[in-house]
């Protein structure tokens, strides 16, 4: 079964940093783009980021390009999310998703909550 596992959330100061993690025990990402999104209460989801198989492809969303980097290590088997120069409108639960084995997976994601 495969289980996304979110973590790294927390509260943090405008203009902070909060590098977030996405894990999968005993399932194996290498194979996989994953891609960040998160929704705020009465929003829509919005995508933030995502990043090919090999890392070598990543994109943003224009609301954070320029402050959010996505990465992967593919040897921990975790795809990271650093998170710059935050803004008070970046609250939200972020999740990370695979499209794998035919469906889309998505974890319970990790509160980010931005202010002073």
């Known amino acids: 079964q495969l289980q996304l596992v979110e973590s790294g959330g927390g509260l943090v100061q405008p203009g902070g940093s909060l590098r977030l993690s996405c894990a999968a025990p005993?399932?194996?990402?290498?194979?996989?783009?994953i891609g960040w999104f998160r929704q705020a209460p009465g929003k829509e989801r919005e995508g933030v980021s995502c990043i090919s198989s090999s890392g070598g492809y990543t994109n943003y969303a224009d609301s954070v390009k320029g402050r959010f980097t996505i990465s992967r290590d593919n040897a921990k088997n975790t795809v990271y999310l650093q998170m710059n120069s935050l803004k008070p409108e970046d609250t939200t639960v972020y999740c990370c998703n695979v499209r794998a084995l035919g469906r889309d997976y998505w974890g319970q994601g990790t509160q980010v909550t931005v202010s002073s």
């Open positions: 005993g399932f194996t990402l290498d194979y996989y783009a």
